[in-house]
């Protein structure tokens, strides 16, 4: 059981292994934990985290807001294993083996064609990465919109193999969320369409 649960698409939250809310108080330190999560092996140095989020500021106080903003978090992390977030040396990271969240669960998942997957997958996208959240700062604006982008793009593709296995009412409500991911392509729409034929709704 991972000791720290984050959920990042959508709203924020932080929750502890038994479930309990842990309240991360400052939006950039959610944005630190959303920037590792999405980093290669959860990790990003301390320059990249302070030009993404601190870009404004002169290289010696980004990096002092950085460690202000990290001594802050482990605080806030005081009552989960130390080991989830690693903050010795030059590399800020979380530990896969104690840190779980949506956005990782929902990569994993990109690209199978397996229909249980894919049903445990369509849930994970409760909407756009971080859509609580606004910052800022030019650098970490260009980031979010890409990986917000990306992200979309990945539940769109997910949510296209699952409209194609499912049937009957299934098949319609994951065509529904399609359309709503992506109003203005025009195959999504078709699939709606093809999903009302095929269980007798033709009216519709």
């Known amino acids: 059981m991972s000791a720290l649960r984050l959920t990042l698409l959508g709203e924020f939250s932080a929750r502890d292994g038994a479930g309990r809310e842990i309240a991360v108080s400052a939006k950039k330190s959610r944005a630190l934990l959303a920037i590792l999560a999405l980093s290669p092996s959860g990790s990003a140095t301390r ?41 010795d040396g030059d590399r800020i990271g979380l530990d896969a083996g104690l840190v779980s969240s949506d956005i990782v669960e929902l990569q994993r ?67 529904q969320r399609l359309v709503a991911l992506d109003p203005l392509k025009e195959a999504s729409h078709r699939a709606l369409m093809e999903a009302h034929a095929l269980a007798g709704e033709k009216a519709q």
């Open 47 to 87: 320059e990249r985290l302070a030009n993404l989020l601190w870009s404004d500021r002169g290289d010696e106080q980004a990096r002092s807001s950085l460690r202000q903003a990290l001594a802050v978090l482990k605080k806030e992390l005081s009552g989960i294993d130390a080991r989830a977030l690693s903050t």
């Open 109 to 175: 998942l990109a690209h199978t064609e397996n229909l249980d997957e894919l049903r445990q997958a369509a849930p994970l996208y409760r909407g756009e990465l971080l859509a609580d959240t606004v910052i800022r700062d030019p650098s970490f604006e260009d980031w979010l919109a890409a990986e917000r982008r990306r992200l979309a793009d990945t539940a769109i593709a997910i949510f296209e193999r699952l409209t194609a296995k499912e049937t009957g009412k299934a098949r319609i409500a994951t065509a």
